[in-house]
Structures are given as structure tokens and as C-alpha cells.
């Protein structure tokens, strides 16, 4: 178990992936005064540079290093990624380091966790923070990227309570509302309300730029489309790797809305004006009501 008090100070934590997320953890953290020293692994170095450059980082380091000097280790990198890191980590982890994750999927994480780790498996704490961007890199972070959104943390029953609550804590402060859910739920909500909806962002930017008069098209393109469209400018990398991870939730989820969208195509079809008014309206009520909660 951890050694460090919650309440106080996070040590040496290192952030694996200093991109919007990794990079925004960073600043927040170090705003927040409650880390000794934020250390920084990446593949990029002018990205590792940005990040240091604007204080989001002390200093860069290997994921050997990492697990040789940490106090927490936070992995920020797309979720396939995650196996390989566990498995660099896993002969240098130190007992009093904790392990948590950014990762917008959980089931297959925890897989690869628990494969690689195996009793050190206790030491890592599934966590998937509801905040980000289109933009990408640590250029686009924020100290107050996670202020007031909410983090989900799904852990595992080889945590112990005294790493569940420190974790928690560890999120809570940068601003973040932490909730506890399962992470087979936690994959299946969020296969509906964040995996499918950038899958339909980039499914329309794809039709319209693969049209033979797509520079028309985009030419005249107005707020509704950018505002649809605007998640499509998203990491390719780490949402190729969330529709893999979590592709049976996204399938399930992504054969529903084709049900709809071949209902509104009959609709259309058949002129049927009541119809479609029937299902906007239903839409309609339900992101007033949304905007409203």
C-alpha cells in the first residue's frame, strides 16, 4: 500500500503521455500544490519540451525510471498502449507506488493490468477522467482542464481502500467529482454518450470530404456543422485505439443509432411529416432537459 497521506502531498508523481490530458494533470497538480516534482514520458521530444517549457513538467524520464523513483504514476497514453507499458513497469514497480490511468475505456485496461501485473495488480487504480478536447498535445493543456468535471474511478477488489481513497483524493485535487462505478458500466455508458458520438463526427466529416464536390460543400459549411463536427479534429491514434478496445459496447450502441437513422430514412421517404416531428420533438425535449439537469 502507498505511503503517502492523501491530504498532503503526492510525491514524485510521473505522467506517462504529456499530452491534453497528461500535460493539463500537470499544471493542475502543480497549481494545486500537493506534488513534490511532476516527471514527464513521451515519445516526442518537442512535445516533452513544450511541456516543461510551460511548467507542466520538472523533468523527463524512461518508464523504468519511472517506476523505479515514483510515488504515483499516471498513464495518459491511448489504451492500447497500456499493456506495453505495464509490462516495462512491472519488474522496477516499487511497492509504495500507485498506479492510475486516464484511459477512456476500462474493461480491456484492466485486462492487460491484470495480466502483466498480476499480484502488483493492487497497486493500480482504473480511472477515466470526463474532461478533454479537440485539440491534442500539450500545447492545447489547461491547469484548470478537470475543474468541476467529473472523473470515474472503477476499482479493482485487489485495491484496498486505503489506495481507493488515495486515488480519489489524487483527482479531487485538481477539481475533479469523482465517481465510483463498475467498469463494465462504465464501458457501456460511455459507448453512448462519448465513443459513438465521436464515430458519427468523424463518419460525417468523412462523407462530405469523400463527395465529389466537397470543397463546395465545405465551403459553405455553418455553426451546426462545426459544431458537430468539432470532436473529429480529436487524437486519430487514441479513438482508433477506444473503438477497439471497447468494440462489442460501441457495436451494440452504434446497431441502435442505425435502427434510428433507417427509421428517419423511412420517414423522409415516405414524406411522413408527423413522424418525423414526433421523433424531433422526443429529441428536442430531451437535450432541453439535458441543458436544464
Not at 516533452?48 to 515514483?70: C, E, F, P, T
Not at 485505439?241 to 462489442?248: A, Q, V
Request: net charge neutral.
Amino acid at each position: 500500500m502507498a505511503i503517502i497521506n492523501p491530504s498532503s502531498n503526492y510525491g514524485t508523481v510521473t505522467i506517462v503521455g504529456v499530452g491534453l490530458i497528461g500535460a493539463s494533470l500537470g499544471l493542475a497538480l502543480k497549481k494545486a500544490g500537493v506534488v513534490t516534482q511532476v516527471l514527464g514520458v513521451g515519445r516526442s521530444k518537442t512535445n516533452l519540451d513544450q511541456a516543461q517549457k510551460m511548467g507542466a513538467i520538472d523533468g523527463v524520464v524512461d518508464l523504468v525510471g519511472a517506476a523505479k523513483q515514483s510515488d504515483v504514476i499516471v498513464l495518459c497514453i491511448p489504451v492500447a498502449q497500456m499493456r506495453s507499458a505495464f509490462e516495462v513497469i512491472e519488474p522496477h514497480l516499487e511497492p509504495r507506488t500507485m498506479i492510475t490511468d486516464a484511459g477512456s475505456t476500462k474493461g480491456d485496461v484492466i485486462l492487460a493490468a491484470k495480466e502483466v501485473l498480476g499480484k502488483k495488480v493492487c497497486q493500480f487504480v482504473p480511472v477515466h477522467p470526463i474532461a478533454g478536447g479537440a485539440q491534442h498535445g500539450a500545447s492545447a493543456a489547461k491547469a484548470d482542464l478537470f475543474q468541476g468535471k467529473h472523473t470515474i474511478i472503477c476499482p479493482l477488489q485487489e485495491n484496498s481502500p486505503q489506495d481507493t481513497a488515495l486515488i480519489t483524493g489524487f483527482w479531487e485535487a485538481v477539481g475533479s467529482t469523482v465517481k465510483k462505478i463498475g467498469s463494465v458500466q462504465h464501458d457501456a455508458i460511455y459507448a453512448a454518450v462519448s465513443h459513438l458520438p465521436h464515430l458519427l463526427s468523424y463518419a460525417l466529416m468523412a462523407s462530405v470530404v469523400n463527395s465529389e464536390d466537397a470543397d463546395q460543400k465545405l465551403g459553405h459549411v455553418g455553426a451546426g456543422f462545426k459544431d458537430f463536427t468539432r470532436i473529429a479534429a480529436s487524437s486519430p491514434e487514441m479513438w482508433r485505439d477506444i473503438c477497439l478496445g471497447n468494440r462489442t459496447a460501441i457495436l451494440k450502441e452504434l446497431d441502435q443509432y442505425l435502427l434510428i437513422v433507417n427509421h428517419m430514412r423511412k420517414l423522409v421517404a415516405e414524406g411522413d411529416g408527423t413522424g418525423l416531428e414526433k421523433l424531433f420533438n422526443q429529441a428536442s425535449r430531451a437535450r432541453q432537459d439535458l441543458d436544464e439537469a
